[in-house]
Structures are given as structure tokens and as C-alpha cells.
Nanobody, 123 residues
Framework: QLQASGGGLVQAGGSLRLSCVAS????????LGWFRQAPGKEREPVSC????????VYAASVKGRFTISSDNAKNTIYLQMDTLESEDTAVYYC??????????????????WGQGTEVTVSS
């Protein structure tokens, strides 16, 4: 189970931190990450982290502005989002799978999803 939180309304240039608490599986055996879906658009990968070694991947559109991290003791990942832009407005979904390709890229197979948390950036 993946429980996401932290979304909200923020002005452009502001920051938000999303959290995702995982349960029901061995945290260190999985790659976790974030996808987002903007209105009228397809769901897209944003960032992922391999919690056993800390390797991270970012979409080009968020690189340098977003930071993904994990707290393995709390079975939680975070997405620190800085310098937010109106284009970041979307529902953000936490995702998990043992296969990094499924969580870090737009793959033919869906990862395990959590419920979404809505992020709205006003310009």
C-alpha cells in the first residue's frame, strides 16, 4: 500500500514536499517514485529512487528543481519540489515496483499505484 500526501495550492516559484508511506512489502527490495497526470494529459514519470542504493532518476522537466529522497527507517519517500511552475500542476501519484524500468520510465506495464495528491501551482 502506498499513501501519498503533501499536495496543495502554491504560487509559482514556491515549494511543496510530497510524502509517500509504503507498507505491505519489503521497502528495500523496491524502486519507488512519482508520476504525475495533468488535466487532459497522460500520466508521466517524474522521478524515482532505488531505496537500497539511493540511485535517482529525474524527468528533464523537473531536473534541478525537484529532489527525491527516502527514509528507509520510515518506509517513506519524499519529493521536494522547488521553484514550482504552472506546468507542474497535476495529480501526483506514488509508485512502486521491483523493476526500475516500470517506475522510472513510461513503461508498458503499470507499477503499483498509491492514491494521488493534487498539486496546483498558480501563476
Amino acid at each position: 500500500q502506498l499513501q501519498a500526501s503533501g499536495g496543495g495550492l502554491v504560487q509559482a516559484g514556491g515549494s511543496l514536499r510530497l510524502s509517500c508511506v509504503a507498507s505491505g512489502f519489503t521497502f528495500e527490495d523496491y524502486v519507488l517514485g512519482w508520476f504525475r497526470q495533468a488535466p487532459g494529459k497522460e500520466r508521466e514519470p517524474v522521478s524515482c529512487i532505488s531505496v537500497d542504493d539511493g540511485n535517482t532518476v529525474y524527468a528533464a522537466s523537473v531536473k534541478g528543481r525537484f529532489t527525491i529522497s527516502s527514509d528507509n527507517a520510515k518506509n517513506t519517500i519524499y519529493l521536494q519540489m522547488d521553484t514550482l511552475e504552472s506546468e507542474d500542476t497535476a495529480v501526483y501519484y506514488c509508485a512502486a515496483d521491483p523493476d526500475p524500468a516500470i517506475v522510472c520510465t513510461k513503461y508498458a506495464v503499470d507499477p503499483h499505484w498509491g492514491q494521488g495528491t493534487e498539486v496546483t501551482v498558480s501563476s
